[in-house]
């Protein structure tokens, strides 16, 4: 099976591992290369935020990312929790700018109705960036639930609707161990961005799918490029 290029596109440091952690993790199991792309300076958001915070936000998240598997981790600097004051134009810039460097055949994003606007923007920047016309465009899209976002959007709003379940039972102690890298980040249960958070929702989903761990994904977009 030849080597599939996979590239996680993420607002902040741990929303790719939230997000997608397991299923990337059994990506590079597979013999997958995969990378992750952060738009966000987080925690610049929060009262005390400060560059030397984010240098240690970043340091963890590429300890992280070695944990997992990645083959690289990237960072932009568009302003944490603001991502509505840029123009969309500058941040689809960014993700082409990677998607012509890598060239994935598949990309996992956020969930484009989230309650945090800087997961919303970086959405509608991926599907910017991915329109078929861009020679470089990944195969496959696919959009992820983020714990203490998608959960706590209103319920008024578009859920997230998964119609992919992926087996996990072999990776999800992998990405719990990877999250636990974020020191700045994880919180106590009952706080859904906890390690108990990551699996009572891998087993939630793997109940959805007859398995006892999956991550869920809605595939946004599947393009198959050879004709049968």
Known sequence: MSQKRILVVAAHP??????????????VKNGDLVEALILGEGIMSREQ???????????QSEEAGKTIGFASVSFGSFPDNAFDTVALLLIAK???????????????????????????????????????CNADAPAEI???ETLS????????????????????ENTIDQKIEAFKKYKSEIRDYP?????????????????????KFAEAFHLERSIKKDSV
Request: charged share 30%; aromatic share 8%.
């Open 14 to 27: 741990d929303d790719e591992l939230l997000g997608a952690g397991a299923t990337l993790a059994a990506h």
């Open 49 to 59: 935020g400060n560059q030397e915070e984010l240098k240690e936000l970043q340091t």
């Open 94 to 132: 960014e993700v082409e700018k990677k998607i012509a460097e890598f060239k994935p055949d598949t990309i996992y994003t956020h969930h484009g109705k989230d309650l945090n606007v800087d997961h919303r923007r970086t959405f509608e920047a991926v599907m910017t960036a991915c329109r078929p």
């Open 142 to 144: 696919f959009t992820f």
């Open 149 to 168: 976002s998608t959960e706590w959007q209103s319920k008024q709003e578009e859920p997230f609707r998964p119609n992919v379940y992926v087996n996990v």
């Open 191 to 211: 706080h859904s961005r906890s390690a108990e958070g990551l699996k009572i929702l891998a087993q939630y989903r793997g109940l959805e799918a007859g398995l």
